[in-house]
């Protein structure tokens, strides 16, 4: 971890691969600062981390990145303690947090993280690469809320590019919040809510028997072009998001 006048930059990385005897081994936790990270008890073939925020923020100048690899074999659950905060920094800068997710062949990643909170007067910008192999498996949950109870947000912008087997099947942007391109909370953005989230699925199976497209009020179900589906929702807040969410998830399953 470095700390200047412009902010902390801090790093955390997971490593997981098979241990040859029907579980997963976690040769690689690290994590610094800000970014901690605690294994917890696993259930069967899947082990299980824990992010822990040891310090607040992100705040303003900051650039925290978490990277994780699932190797041929392994299953693993990644989730955290409790919500991300951005806040504002001293200077008003953007802080940036990077997502880099890895999967190869015969692996699965649970990636369930609990919501991202937008404060008042916060500038921070989100972005989520993930690269999947053909038969990688994938959950991936996003949720962000805009704004303390009672609180306007802060500006957020969130990236999330997806590919598999080498080829781009998402890359998409959604940017809210006080300087964000007009229109964002309009009818066609979201319509007033406060809360939006998704849900990324990848599944081998989706190849040959992909989910149906569908929506209902507040989500939508779209299969992407590949082994893969995206469901979204939108939300007054943080607990009817996740309930959408979980309700959409469990229809695909």
Do not use: K, N
């Amino acid at each position: 971890m470095t700390t200047s006048a412009a902010g902390v930059r801090a790093r955390a990385s997971i490593v997981a691969r098979g241990d040859g005897r029907g579980g997963t081994a976690l040769p690689g936790l690290e994590g610094e600062g800000p970014l901690a990270i605690r294994r917890t008890r696993g259930r069967g073939a899947e082990a299980r981390v824990m992010l822990v925020g040891a310090m607040s923020g992100p705040l303003g100048g900051d650039h925290f990145t978490v990277s994780a690899r699932v190797a041929r074999g392994a299953r693993l659950r990644v989730g955290s303690a409790g919500a991300t905060l951005a806040l504002p920094g001293q200077d008003r800068a953007e802080a940036r947090y990077d997502v880099r997710l890895t999967v190869d062949d015969d692996a699965e990643l649970l990636w369930l993280p609990e919501p991202l909170i937008s404060a008042r007067g916060s500038d921070l910008s989100v972005t989520t690469r993930v690269d999947l192999a053909a038969t990688a498996r994938l959950v991936l949950r996003e949720e962000q809320v805009l704004g303390r109870s009672g609180e306007e947000p802060g500006r957020l912008t969130s990236r999330l590019a997806v590919w598999i087997a080498g080829g781009c099947v998402l890359d998409q942007e959604l940017a809210c919040g006080p300087g964000a391109a007009e229109g964002w909370d309009g009818p066609a953005g979201l319509a007033g809510h406060r809360a939006v989230g998704q849900v990324l699925l990848a599944r081998p199976e989706f190849a040959t028997d992909p989910p149906t497209a569908r929506s209902w009020e507040g989500a939508a179900v779209m299969p992407l072009a590949g082994p893969a589906a995206l469901v979204t929702a939108v939300a007054p807040d943080a607990l009817r998001l996740r309930r959408l969410l979980d309700a959409a998830l469990a229809s695909l399953d």
